[in-house]
């Protein structure tokens, strides 16, 4: 076993591989940019070394920054993680050079699966089934297009060199095709600096089911069952699970097979994951192996017991393969939620901004949590916005689906947008629960998880107001001790007024919306009145934690920001139909120009922020009288991007 590793990552997954880290007794190197200096991962690894600016090209994605941290820690191994630099054969091929080990496949490996369509063509030849489509090496867009109408529209267009679903775009019909390609090809090459793609058949409700392989690089290699990941949002997965919902023993022994041989054929070595698309009726088809460790391997773990970074070490250290495929086993049924910084209602828009509070369900066997991050850390533009990963085993599935809602509500982050609300209306919903699963679950189910905003509970707002007048009378104290004048009633704050009862009134806003909130004092009780109507009960048992005017209040599971009227003085603005850039980022491509005649939602530009496009539309009809940036150039956030009259 190796003495040392340098951890070639950042976020949840850093913190997970140093986790394994060190129960084996291994020494641990985490890298960091400037961007993550204080981050979690970096003060838990036994020291950490500074590989560049914040921006991924110039640190994360820095080959030589990283292999010097490395010669300069002593570390023997690199574990690459996911994402950035794990698939890259040149990469892997410099730790060799180096004398340093790389914890994965060999370059063989991922050059032979890296590229889309030649892993295709080479499972074709293994007798793995494919997705009938286009896996050539000619780019002609006009033959491409001629390619998609052979095939039958709806076709997807997938890069050749990706994967997480960037760059992938659903075409219906022939008229759209030329945009929807230059799209993919444009992301393609901002993602991964490769715009070839490959050309399929869409299958109208498919499930997307994948398995996981682990080989010694000698010829041998195992599965260890399979995740269905149907759930995806952007054609990226956000809820995941193992093993995969009604699928027949028979079927998932076929699937096994198949992923197996995907491995033996490139002599892997490692952790491998063999993708496929299966339609409902159980065919399944090859469509990419992932030549890393996957986000969502902790739900193959809390159903086999087994460590998947451990196996990766331990082969990458020249070991055999721990166990024997007829060693291996499952029980019970794991689901993993994602979390991200991102607000579902404005089309998954990524989030950035500090951390004001953080708390996750509480240690216990059957809940696991993978994150990076912690209450003060910043979520900064310059990577992917996965927060944590929320991960729960039971019996059978039912109990992993009640533990897991229990598990989101008991989930608070503020300070950011996130995903976690949206989860609970997923995994609530009909279908979720009787696991009818594919791609479009989401979509087919859009009224019912993108509900139109509701009024602030009264709940929340009594929470708000009493956690307010505790504040106040904290700092009144505060204040009379500091006066020397500690008895004077000047310093109390129950609104004491002259032969009128007493009460304290507050007035908060969500967006536009005003609410009042009376506290009443009688007799050394209190009672709160919500626009005038008097809440019963036991005061509310909730958490709300103040950031400067801005009450952040979590209750029953649900998740408000609130503001003091009087502190804010006037709602805050939303960002829809804004012209001003909702986060920094790069603008992609100018959609229209100056001079030109615009209607209500009709696209201006392409932003490209945190991995991902985001079209910014016009807010209503009008002439673009100004464009204020050029195709390239970088913004800051609430930058004025464009003006129209």
């Not at 997970?16 to 890298?31: H, K, Q, Y």
């Not at 979690?40 to 640190?59: F, N, Q």
């Not at 969502?296 to 024997?324: C, F, K, N, S, Y």
Request: a negative charge.
């Amino acid at each position: 076993m190796f003495g040392k590793i340098l951890v070639a990552n950042r976020g949840e997954i850093a913190c997970r591989v140093i986790r394994t880290a060190r129960r084996l007794g291994v020494r641990s190197v985490a890298v960091y940019s400037d961007a993550d200096r204080h981050a979690l991962h970096v003060r838990t690894a036994d020291e950490a070394r500074r590989i560049g600016p914040p921006a991924a090209a110039e640190s994360y994605l820095n080959i030589a920054a990283i292999l010097e941290a490395a010669k300069a820690s002593g570390a023997e191994a690199i574990h690459p993680g996911y994402g950035f630099l794990s698939e890259n054969e040149d990469f892997a091929a410099a730790c060799g050079a180096a004398g340093i080990v790389f914890i994965g496949p060999s370059t063989q490996s991922i050059a032979a699966m890296g590229d889309k369509a030649a892993a295709k063509r080479l499972m074709e030849k293994t007798g793995v089934p494919l997705v009938p489509g286009y896996h050539g090496e000619e780019q002609d867009p006009v033959l491409l297009e001629r390619e998609a109408a052979k095939i039958g529209f709806p076709v997807l267009i997938k890069p050749s060199a990706g994967g997480g679903g960037k760059g992938m775009r659903v075409v219906a019909q022939r008229s759209e095709f030329a945009a929807a390609l230059e799209a993919s090809q444009r992301e393609a090459r901002s993602s991964f600096g490769d715009e070839r793609v490959l050309v399929e058949r869409y299958l109208e409700q498919p499930r997307h089911i994948e398995v996981q392989v682990f080989g010694d690089g000698r010829g041998n290699a195992v599965h260890l069952f399979e995740r269905d990941c149907s759930v995806q949002r952007r054609h990226q997965k956000v809820l995941e699970e193992a093993p995969a919902p009604g699928l027949d023993p028979l079927k998932r022994a076929e699937m096994g097979k198949a992923a197996v041989a995907a491995a033996k054929a490139i002599q892997y070595a490692g952790a491998g994951t063999v993708e496929f698309i299966a339609e409902q009726d159980g065919r399944f088809y090859f469509m990419e192996m992932n030549t890393r460790l996957q986000v969502e391997h902790p739900v193959t773990e809390m159903i086999t017991g087994l460590d998947l970074v451990e196996w990766q070490l331990r082969v990458a250290a020249g070991e055999p393969l721990p166990l024997r495929q007829d060693e291996l086993r499952f029980e019970g049924h794991a689901i993993e939620a994602r979390v991200y910084a991102e607000d579902p209602d404005q089309g998954f828009l990524p989030s950035t901004g500090r951390l004001v509070h953080v708390a996750f369900p509480g240690k216990e066997s059957a809940v696991r949590v993978d994150t990076g991050i912690e209450s003060g850390a910043e979520v900064s533009p310059f990577y992917d916005p996965l927060l944590a990963k929320i991960i729960v085993c039971g019996g059978d599935r039912p109990e992993a689906l009640a533990r897991l809602k229990g598990a989101l509500r008991e989930t608070q982050i503020a300070g950011v947008t996130t995903n976690v609300a949206f989860l609970s209306r997923v995994v609530a919903t009909e279908a979720f629960g009787r696991a009818a699963l594919d791609t479009g679950l989401i979509e087919r189910h859009r009224a019912e998880l993108f509900p139109a905003a509701r009024p602030v509970p009264d709940a929340m707002l009594a929470l708000a107001a009493l956690e307010e007048l505790r504040a106040e009378e904290a700092a009144a104290r505060q204040a009379a001790l500091a006066s020397g004048e500690s008895n004077s009633p000047w310093h109390e704050v129950d609104g004491w007024r002259l032969n009128l009862q007493s009460h304290h009134d507050f007035v908060f806003a969500e967006r536009e919306k005003r609410y009042t909130v009376r506290v009443r004092f009688a007799g050394g009780q209190r009672s709160v009145e919500v626009d005038g109507r008097p809440q019963a009960g036991e005061a509310p048992r909730g958490t709300a934690i103040r950031d400067g005017k801005h009450w952040h209040v979590f209750l029953d599971g649900e998740y408000r920001r609130l503001s003091l009227q009087a502190e804010l003085g006037e709602a805050e603005e939303e960002l829809q139909g804004s012209l001003a850039a909702p986060m920094p980022g790069k603008v992609a491509k100018l959609l229209v120009a100056p001079g030109a005649k615009v209607k209500k939602g009709d696209p201006l530009l392409i932003l490209e922020a945190m991995k991902m496009e985001h079209t910014i539309v016009a807010p209503s009809d009008g002439i673009v009288k100004e464009i204020h940036f050029a195709a390239g150039e970088q913004v800051a956030e609430g930058a004025q991007l464009a003006s129209i009259e």
